[in-house]
């Protein structure tokens, strides 16, 4: 059974930056695709960024685009997700997920979760 544990989260200003991270514990997430997510309060769970485990390819949701990267450290079996310019509506919860995603935006095809990390940005 793999565990996530995100890391990485506060409260920052808006305009700086935040590195997220996702380390499994209980086994090995190095051959599931990894994907975070965010959910704020009242709106549904959405679609920030995947990575592909076989092909290291990295896909962005439209919150995400030109202001994030995501990541994978193989020989820290950890992900990560980068975030610059933040701004005060990407305040949320952000969780990680892994899983073998069909359609890696796709919360349901991934079979494990992390408990997530809050983000606050303050303007």
């Known amino acids: 059974q793999v565990r996530l544990l995100e890391s990485g989260g506060g409260l920052v200003q808006a305009g700086g930056s935040l590195r997220l991270s996702c380390t499994p514990s209980?086994?090995?997430?190095?051959?599931?695709?990894t994907g975070w997510f965010r959910q704020a309060p009242g709106k549904e769970r959405e679609f920030v960024a995947g990575?592909?485990?076989?092909?290291?390819?990295?896909y962005y949701g439209d919150v995400a685009r030109g202001r994030f990267t995501i990541a994978y450290d193989s020989a820290k079996n950890t992900a990560y997700l980068q975030m610059v310019s933040l701004k005060p509506e990407d305040t949320a919860v952000y969780y990680c997920?892994?899983?073998?995603?069909?359609?890696?935006?796709?919360?349901?095809?991934?079979?494990?979760w992390g408990q997530g990390t809050q983000v606050t940005v303050s303007s």
């Open positions: 990575i592909r485990w076989a092909s290291n390819s990295p």
């Open positions: 209980g086994g090995t997430a190095e051959r599931y695709d």
């Open positions: 997920a892994a899983g073998n995603a069909e359609m890696i935006t796709n919360p349901l095809e991934y079979m494990y």
